[in-house]
């Protein structure tokens, strides 16, 4: 959620000038310097990133130890409503109910098939349902938050949600993160785990949140965004949104830097 909010002194103004500072300075790169398609590890305008990455040296750790706690999921252990996040409770959710679907690729255009992909976000009011999440917003009762399913074989995941609300955290003043889901996807074990947010287009948020300006290059911004699917936009039902995950290659999806591992 951030930091404390004796920490949250910064003027949005602060921020923004902070952001557009280092995005000059990342325009101003040489021609042959890589493009930044990840997030910077330590980004001063996003105030607790210092704490979200490590700071000492990594060590080696014995694989096939680790290996011995690797995930094994099948249509035993997620069953099919898990995807539709509208009727997990009594009754139904109050927002906008939309569809969001996609595909989970590797870096070859390959899909990925039976793949764990697990979501959770903020109700329709932006908030969650946690016990650090104390913003004056409604809890809806009939809205857990999260849900999951497996990729299908042409590597496709389907969830039925309800859009999430922007919501105020307190790495500056008067701060707002735009709507987003978060992703989480595993790989074969629990060492390849790919942690992400998916957005929604034209939000007026964009170019004030730090987290979402830390991926300076433009391109890899985007690919964070959902399109809006007209066919996949249900008559009379929920609107739909399609994204897509790509694990690997020059087109990879954004990784959440403080999780530490990638699928």
């Not at 996040?85 to 927002?95: A, C, H, K, R, Y």
């Not at 004056?136 to 949600?161: M, Q, W």
């Not at 694990?247 to 999806?253: E, Q, V």
Request: net charge negative.
């Amino acid at each position: 959620m951030g930091v404390d909010a004796d920490a949250a002194t910064s003027t949005q103004d602060e921020i923004c000038a902070e952001m557009a500072a280092l995005r000059a300075g990342y325009e101003r790169r040489g021609s042959d310097t890589e493009p930044e398609t990840q997030p910077r590890l330590d980004y001063p305008p996003y105030r607790s990133s210092l704490l979200r990455h490590p700071t000492k040296d990594l060590h080696h750790a014995d694989p096939e130890t680790i290996e011995l706690e690797a995930p094994v999921f099948g249509q035993r252990d997620v069953g099919a409503l898990e995807a539709d996040l509208t009727i997990q409770q009594g009754g139904e959710p109050l927002g906008e109910r939309m569809i969001v679907t996609g595909r989970v690729l590797d870096g070859d255009g390959r899909p990925v098939r039976r793949q764990l992909v697990e979501i959770w976000q903020a109700n329709a009011a932006g908030r969650y349902i946690h016990q650090r999440d104390q913003h004056p917003a409604p809890i809806d009762p009939n809205f857990t938050g999260s849900g999951r399913c497996l990729t299908g074989e042409d590597g496709s995941y389907l969830f039925t949600t309800i859009k999430p609300g922007p919501y105020p955290w307190k790495n500056h003043r008067n701060a707002w993160r735009p709507a987003h889901i978060h992703f989480s996807l595993f790989g074969t074990d629990f060492t390849q785990r790919m942690v992400t947010q998916m957005y929604f287009p034209g939000d007026p948020l964009f170019a004030l949140d730090p987290i979402y300006q830390s991926i300076l290059e433009p391109a890899a911004r985007d690919r964070l965004v959902a399109a809006y699917d007209h066919g996949v936009t249900r008559p009379e039902w929920c609107t739909g949104y399609r994204w897509d995950v790509v694990l690997t290659g020059s087109h990879a999806t954004w990784t959440e830097p403080d999780d530490g591992g990638v699928a």
